[in-house]
């Protein structure tokens, strides 16, 4: 093989075309006019006697280093027109089989690179609206329900079936489950995003997400359902216009969740507290062997929470609409499902598009109440707007400290716009006040209308569990919107006939479980807070001690404070 073979290849391998040209003009000047021949620059230079002799030291010399040449330079020149050759024959073959053939070429770590590109790209986000679109009606749905009724995984479901979540980054989540051992839990993983959420398969955080149909806009709150974190899902459901109760229909679950200790009753009555009108009863896990979408079994679910949900104070006629479903398999959300011919009704997704719409006073005083804050180039905060519009470079009052703040951007689900109406979640970046100076639980309002704030007011409660009595002086801690704060029960006004509504002439000295009574509150600092009358979202509370909720109430009047 003569030594310019090589040539080609090192010249195309050779990014910078003039260095050989400076190479070889080094070699001509130190050239030995005399000399019987010529040795080209790229031999390794021996003694100076070499070039004198009479040229077998050179062959020698090339047959050397000529491999080595080919190797430096060929061998990722072969590679590469190897892989190439491959590609072409796999086209040939079969043309469908193509691009898993040439997936199987690359290495599986060069698919795990791609992969992992991938997941920094941003997913997918909706295309904003034709500005002529009507703006569709934003409608906040949480979920609540039972630890492992399947809240997370039919929201992620929804999410797959409405093109928010793409199928590879479910493949993704699968593959990733089924290595935890926990294939099942792959679809909660679109809403359960934190590590530890998705190790213990246990939401801790308020998932959010959103998803659109043809008429409306839904946002996702996704609650979580362990006992330990009620506090979050107040916060959830204080946001939320309906509720989605998760009932788990697989033999021993149903009546886990629903027994005394189960959170199937207590999320009931907080979303009712949160003032949820309208309730959706999902009966899940329809799929499972113990169930195998048996209407006895439906019925039976139904028959034993009709009476509690009543009780809560949702009219079972009008409020509360049971459906059977699916969350693994999907079946009954987006399309009805052919494995239960017995329920008639709309499925879930088209229900919830055809549900009347909610009226709301977008002309309203501003009421925002901050859910959270974080700091990323500026201050921002999280909530939903109760009532009134906000729009970009508006001047605000945040209550109860009364800094003025100015909004710089408004963003909608994750879409910037430049005005919101009441009922949107909203995220808002603030201008005029520190991340450290807010706390959850205050309240963005106009400089016009501000909202209420104080610690003492009186309120009506209802006592739904406790041991004991209550007296004056019991400490408990209140939920009133997104906001919770200590709060003492100083003393005891009235009791209230729970029939008749009339009020006690004398000042009960106590009182006990189911119980109404009217009473003064005095919270540990100052709060925001309406009365029920003028703004029952901001007017009503819960009481909660030692992890259990003691009373729900609704407060009556502020009262000033003596300085």
Not at 102 to 116: F, K, R, S, T
Not at 376 to 390: A, H, P
Request: charged share 30%; aromatic share 6%.
């Amino acid at each position: 093989m003569d030594s310019r073979d090589t040539a080609p290849d090192s010249w195309e391998q050779e990014d910078d075309v003039e260095a050989p040209d400076t190479e070889l003009q080094s070699a001509f000047t130190g050239l030995n006019v005399n000399a019987p021949e010529f040795v080209p620059s790229f031999i390794p230079r021996g003694n100076p006697e070499s070039t004198d002799q009479d040229g077998t030291d050179t062959v020698a010399n090339m047959e050397i280093s000529e491999p080595a040449a080919a190797v430096e330079n060929g061998e990722t020149d072969a590679n590469t027109i190897e892989t190439w050759e491959e590609k072409g024959d796999t086209d040939e073959v079969e043309p469908g089989g193509g691009a898993m053939e040439e997936g199987g070429a690359l290495g599986d770590e060069a698919q795990d690179e791609i992969m992992e590109e991938d997941e920094e790209m941003p997913a997918p986000k909706l295309p904003p609206p034709p500005p002529d679109a009507p703006k569709k009606e934003h409608v906040n749905v949480v979920f609540i329900g039972h630890v492992d009724a399947g809240k997370s995984t039919i929201g992620g479901q929804i999410m797959y079936l409405t093109g928010m979540v793409d199928k590879r980054t479910l493949e993704k989540y699968e593959r990733e489950a089924k290595e935890k051992n926990r294939e099942t839990w792959y679809l909660s993983w679109a809403l359960d995003t934190n590590q530890e959420e998705r190790d213990k398969g246990k939401t801790v955080e308020v998932g959010r997400a959103y998803f659109e149909t043809e008429k409306k806009h839904f946002t996702i709150l996704d609650a979580p359902g362990h006992k330990s974190f009620v506090p979050n899902m107040i916060g959830g459901a204080s946001q939320a216009d309906l509720a989605v109760l998760v009932i788990s229909a697989r033999k021993g679950e149903f009546e886990t969740g629903f027994e005394k200790g189960g959170q199937t009753r207590e999320h009931a009555m907080l979303a009712k507290t949160a003032g949820v009108k309208h309730l959706i009863v999902l009966i899940n896990k329809m799929d499972d062997p113990t169930v195998n979408w048996s209407l006895d079994r439906y019925e039976e679910c139904k028959e034993k929470l009709v009476p509690f949900l009543k009780k809560v104070g949702f009219n079972p006629k009008k409020d509360i609409h049971f459906m059977p479903c699916s969350g693994l398999t999907g079946a009954n959300l987006k399309e009805t499902s052919e494995l239960c011919p017995w329920y008639t009704g709309l499925p879930f997704i088209p229900h919830l598009d055809s549900l009347p719409n909610f009226n709301r006073s977008s002309d309203g005083p501003i009421r925002l109440p901050i859910v959270d804050k974080y700091r990323d180039m500026g201050t921002v905060v999280l909530g939903k707007l109760e009532s009134g519009t906000i729009s970009k470079a508006q001047q605000l009052i945040m209550m109860p400290n009364r800094h003025t703040v100015e909004v710089l951007s408004l963003l909608s689900d994750d879409v910037e716009t430049d005005d919101a109406g009441p009922g949107e979640n909203l995220k808002l970046r603030l201008k005029g006040i520190e991340e450290e100076e807010i706390l959850p639980g205050f309240i963005l309002c106009n400089a016009e209308n501000l909202c209420h704030s104080g610690r003492t007011f009186d309120a009506q409660i209802v006592i739904i569990e406790h041991k004991s009595i209550i007296c004056p002086g019991y400490n408990a801690v209140l939920h009133i919107h997104t906001c919770i704060e200590e709060v003492q029960i100083t003393a005891l006004i009235c009791l209230v006939d729970k029939k008749t509504g009339e009020k006690s002439k004398t000042r009960p000295r106590f009182v006990k479980q189911d119980q109404v009574c009217i009473a003064r509150l005095r919270t540990a600092g100052t709060i925001c807070l309406e009365t029920f009358k003028d703004f029952p979202q901001m007017g009503r509370f819960t009481l909660r001690d030692e992890g259990k909720t003691i009373a729900i109430g609704k407060v009556l009047k502020l009262v000033p404070e003596k300085d």
